[in-house]
Nanobody, 126 residues
Framework: QVQLVESGGGLVQTGGSLRLSCAAS????????LGWFRQAPGKEREFVAA???????EYADSVKGRFTISRDNSKNTVYLQMNSLKPEDTAVYYC????????????????????WGQGTQVTVSS
């Protein structure tokens, strides 16, 4: 069982930056693939970024070049550095973990993951 707790959300102006953190419980953190998804009001949850246990990464086209996902296995934490934020980035951001028991073929698919955090709100004002 893995528990995930996000932090770092808030209100920022267009063009600003935020860094989200997600702290995980459990001693097998390094074996998990980790992801960030987001959900805006009235919209479906969408993929933002993911990092495999091997540290390979994948990003949604909408955030490439602006967002960076990273992990620190010594701290059981995954990060999402968000730069050049836009109003359309406004959403609740969720941290997720999976892939320990089976290979995740599509990191962008929410159903591939086993554990989710409670989410943190990011609001970008224009």
């Amino acid at each position: 069982q893995v528990q995930l707790v996000e932090s770092g959300g808030g209100l920022v102006q267009t063009g600003g930056s935020l860094r989200l953190s997600c702290a995980a419980s459990g001693h097998t953190f390094s074996r998990y693939d980790l992801g960030w998804f987001r959900q805006a009001p009235g919209k479906e949850r969408e993929f933002v970024a993911a990092i495999r246990w091997s540290t390979s990464t994948e990003y949604a086209d909408s955030v490439k070049g602006r967002f960076t996902i990273s992990r620190d296995n010594s701290k059981n934490t995954v990060y999402l550095q968000m730069n050049s934020l836009k109003p359309e980035d406004t959403a609740v951001y969720y941290c997720t973990a999976g892939g320990q028991a089976r290979f995740i073929y599509r990191l962008s698919r929410p159903s591939e993951y086993d554990y989710w955090g409670q989410g943190t709100q990011v609001t970008v004002s224009s």
